[in-house]
């Protein structure tokens, strides 16, 4: 069983930038590829980005490309989200998740099976 906890949330003016981390453990975290998703409120959850268990691979949802960057130390077990050239519309509970199967890319909520509770990110115009 793999806990998450996600931290670094804020609020953060546009334009501005927010480093998300998430820390994983009671599970070999090398061994997960992990992702990165948002919920706005009243929307459903969206994916965000994606990385492999080694970090050489990374994928990225349209509405984040060349703004947010997905990075991971296995050493320390802990998967990161840098956001810069935050929007408005970036606000929402990022969450983390971590996923067993080493398949890439995993874009799908499903294909996770372990969450942490979400951090809000709230970007003011």
């Known amino acids: 069983q793999v806990q998450l906890v996600e931290s670094g949330g804020g609020l953060v003016q546009a334009g501005g930038s927010l480093r998300l981390s998430c820390a994983a453990s009671?599970?070999?975290?090398?061994?997960?590829?992990m992702g990165w998703f948002r919920q706005a409120p009243g929307k459903e959850r969206e994916f965000v980005g994606t990385?492999?268990?080694?970090?050489?691979?990374?994928y990225y949802g349209d509405p984040v490309k060349g703004r947010f960057t997905i990075s991971r130390d296995n050493a320390k077990n802990t998967v990161y989200l840098q956001m810069s050239s935050l929007k408005p519309e970036d606000t929402a509970v990022y969450f983390c998740?971590?996923?067993?199967?080493?398949?890439?890319?995993?874009?799908?909520?499903?294909?996770?099976?372990?969450w942490g509770q979400g951090t809000q990110v709230t970007v003011s115009s």
């Open positions: 998740a971590a996923e067993s199967s080493g398949g890439y890319p995993r874009v799908h909520l499903g294909q996770y099976d372990y």
């Open positions: 990385i492999t268990r080694s970090g050489g691979g990374k």
């Open positions: 009671g599970g070999t975290f090398s061994s997960y590829s």
